[in-house]
């Protein structure tokens, strides 16, 4: 079965540059979820997909990021535009349900230059 | 106080130890725990899930879950070389929180 499948995996951009990454979920898993992970810490939520519905953004900048699910499958994550604060590796996980056992795809490290 | 808290580390242990990994949580109402071992320029893997409170073994991995205490642990008896990496802890409560992690080198 494969697994998680997100890309690209690395991608370096200008700030104010657009940047977007795309997340390929486990077959069958209704909860997705994109983080954001900086060296030394662990991953911070950034938004929660329950089927095609966003059921928790409250971390997400509203401001630059936006998401979508379409049709409650792949999820895109982009930036608009990007600032040298969010080099950071971008995961996306899955999982069958809230609280049930989530698996990470390779990440994309994004550096903004 | 952070939501999921993790002692950074570095936890040395000589191979062929125990290694012993906690972590504490805030919310009382949390229903999910999870163990994930991350080595250095990859993602998290899952090795340990657990729900109800006591042990729950799998090979050379144990994890421990007291409600209670809002504690959470993670043994590892015959440590290897291998098992060198950073261990997060993840709690679901109403979303799925991860700690700092934990920094382990197992010493040949």
Redesign the interface.
């Known amino acids: 079965e494969a697994g998680v499948v997100q890309s690209p995996r690395y991608k370096i951009i200008e700030k104010k540059q657009p940047v977007a990454f795309w997340c390929n979920p486990i077959s069958g898993h209704n909860t997705l979820y994109w983080y954001l992970q900086n060296l030394g810490q662990g991953p911070e939520l950034l938004i929660r997909y329950e089927n095609e519905e966003a059921v928790d953004d409250s971390q997400l900048p509203k401001d630059r990021f936006s998401a979508e699910r379409l049709k409650g499958v792949d999820s895109t994550l982009k930036i608009q535009p990007a600032e040298l604060g969010d080099s950071a590796v971008y995961l996306c996980a899955s999982s069958f349900g809230a609280g049930t056992e989530a698996f990470f795809g390779q990440g994309t490290r994004l550096t903004v230059v | 106080q952070k939501e999921?808290e993790q002692n950074s580390g570095p936890l040395s242990v000589p191979e062929g130890a125990i290694a012993s990994l906690n972590c504490t949580y805030s919310d009382r109402g949390s229903?999910?725990f999870?163990w994930?071992r991350q080595y250095s320029g990859?993602?998290?893997?899952?090795i340990m899930?657990i729900y109800s409170n006591g042990d729950k073994e799998d090979g050379r991995f144990t994890a421990q879950l007291n409600k209670a205490s809002q504690y959470v642990s993670l043994l590892i008896r015959d440590s290897q070389p291998s098992d060198s990496a950073t261990y997060?802890c993840?709690v679901?409560g109403?979303?799925?929180?991860?700690?700092?992690?934990t920094i382990l080198r197992v010493k040949s």
């Open positions: 999921v229903q999910s999870f994930y990859k993602s998290p893997e899952l899930s997060l993840a679901y109403n979303k799925l929180v991860f700690g700092a992690g």
